[in-house]
């Protein structure tokens, strides 16, 4: 998808603080954090949403589970907790349309989530 902003950080075409990255999964620092650990993790896949995963996707969507798991040890928020967070939609407050993954950690969070 050319005019997609993940796709762009996907391409490298657009600039993002890559923390992890293979041959399908991506993940980079979130421009505005709204934890002291806030990092969105993608594949490089143009996916919409969560309503857009098919059967083929299930690897990758392991495998983005499992860069989750990874990073979430290697930033130290493992002992405090984390939150893996997909918005879907217009109430999630879904503002990019390429399936990404929030990876939150790194202080106390509320339930239920505003
Ligand atoms: P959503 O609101 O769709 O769940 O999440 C989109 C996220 O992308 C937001 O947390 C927003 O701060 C982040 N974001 C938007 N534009 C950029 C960008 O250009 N670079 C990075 N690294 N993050 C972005
Ligand atoms: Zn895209």
Redesign the pocket.
């Known amino acids: 998808m050319s005019d997609c902003?993940f796709c762009g950080?996907a391409d490298g075409k657009?600039k993002?603080?890559l923390v992890y990255q293979d041959e399908t999964v991506l993940a980079?620092?979130?421009?505005?954090p709204?934890a002291p650990v806030h990092i969105?993790i993608i594949p490089r896949k143009h996916i919409v949403s969560v309503l857009d995963i098919d059967a083929s996707d299930g690897v990758l969507i392991g495998q983005i589970f499992q860069v989750a798991g990874r990073l979430a040890r290697e930033q130290g928020i493992v002992e405090g907790g984390f939150r893996v967070v997909a918005?879907s939609g217009a109430d999630a407050?879904?503002?990019?349309f390429h399936l990404?993954f929030?990876l939150l950690g790194g202080r106390q969070m509320s339930w239920p989530p505003g």
């Open positions: 902003l950080i657009i993002a603080n980079f620092k979130d421009i505005a709204k969105l918005n407050g879904q503002s990019v990404h929030h």
